[in-house]
């Protein structure tokens, strides 16, 4: 068997960013061979497991094919036959679609390093359409990669807003859209997280009540109404180190106290957020 490091931490690690949490792929492995190894199963229809002394995630090399609706709906396919190529195709972006091995040789079938160093978030192969959950994550790492000059490829952008056209995005489950939101909100520009979910039409679907501020903007004759204040005020909150917490609760400022309880009811986010974020909806 083979193991390769794979996704965010060889991703970040070539950004000479800190890594805190390795993904594994294996290839050549049956499902008996990791337990006898020693390794820990997650789940039970899951070819995931953890490793018996440093717990990291450890994912038989698996193709994925759509089986339903929804990010859920998929029906994996690991062996010892897929190979490492077949594995990282399924996979979302290019740049998280790299391995490297032990002797910290990388393998990039689809252009990672290229698109590292073009500053650009595209799609591996066009599965990408088949799990609305990357909507969210694309608008993550653009709020996250922002400051290095990543931006989304037009051609993803593309598949973003035929995933949003489509009626997929209401598969996602609050926990999931929450978790997005929050992790997205407490990156370093958080402001284009809602920037590119606006672009690919994804923004009137998940968060409606706050889509109403680029419909102001767009009938402000200056092109300075209110998602151009909220956007710089997203900024400004920054700056002074506000955590997503309060970046939320910014956010709700600018909407009615009816439009912000229902955004934290269908969320169901957690009380301190809601309590604070209607506390300032409110005054
Ligand atoms: N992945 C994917 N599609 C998803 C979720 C994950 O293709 N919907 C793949 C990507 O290759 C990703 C890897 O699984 O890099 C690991 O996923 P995860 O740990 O969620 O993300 P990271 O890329 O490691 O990013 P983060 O730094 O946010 O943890």
Not at 59 to 68: F, H, I, N, P, Q
Not at 183 to 196: I, K, N, S, V, W
């Amino acid at each position: 068997m083979q193991i390769y490091r794979v996704g965010g931490a060889v991703r970040d690690r070539l950004l000479q960013l800190p890594v805190y949490d390795n993904d594994w792929v294996v290839v050549g492995a049956s499902v008996e061979q990791m337990l006898a190894a020693g390794y820990q199963p997650v789940g039970k229809d899951f070819p995931v497991f953890l490793h018996p002394k440093t717990h990291e995630e450890y994912a038989l090399a698996r193709t994925e094919r759509k089986s339903g609706r929804g990010y859920q709906g998929f029906e994996f396919f690991a062996s010892p036959q897929v190979t490492l190529e077949e594995d990282l195709q399924r996979r979302d972006l290019t740049i998280n679609a790299i391995a490297e091995d032990d002797a910290g040789r990388l393998y990039d079938p689809y252009g990672g390093q290229q698109d590292l160093q073009a500053r650009l978030l595209r799609h591996v192969s066009p599965a990408f359409r088949e799990d609305p959950l990357r909507v969210l994550r694309v608008a993550r790492f653009a709020a996250r990669f922002h400051h290095l000059g990543f931006r989304v490829a037009p051609q993803t952008l593309k598949l973003m807003q035929q995933i949003s056209a489509g009626d997929e995005l209401h598969t996602l489950s609050a926990e999931r859209v929450w978790k997005e939101l929050e992790r997205a909100l407490g990156e370093a520009d958080p402001q284009q997280f809602l920037l590119t979910l606006h672009q690919c039409d994804a923004l009137e679907r998940l968060l409606p009540e706050w889509q109403r501020l680029f419909d102001a903007d767009a009938t402000a004759k200056d092109g300075n109404g209110d998602a151009n204040t909220v956007l710089r005020g997203l900024h400004a909150a920054v700056a002074l180190g506000c955590d997503s917490r309060e970046r939320i609760a910014l956010l709700c400022c600018y909407i009615d106290p009816d439009a912000a309880q229902q955004l934290f009811e269908r969320l169901k986010a957690p009380r301190e957020y809601r309590d604070f974020g209607l506390l300032c909806s409110r005054h």
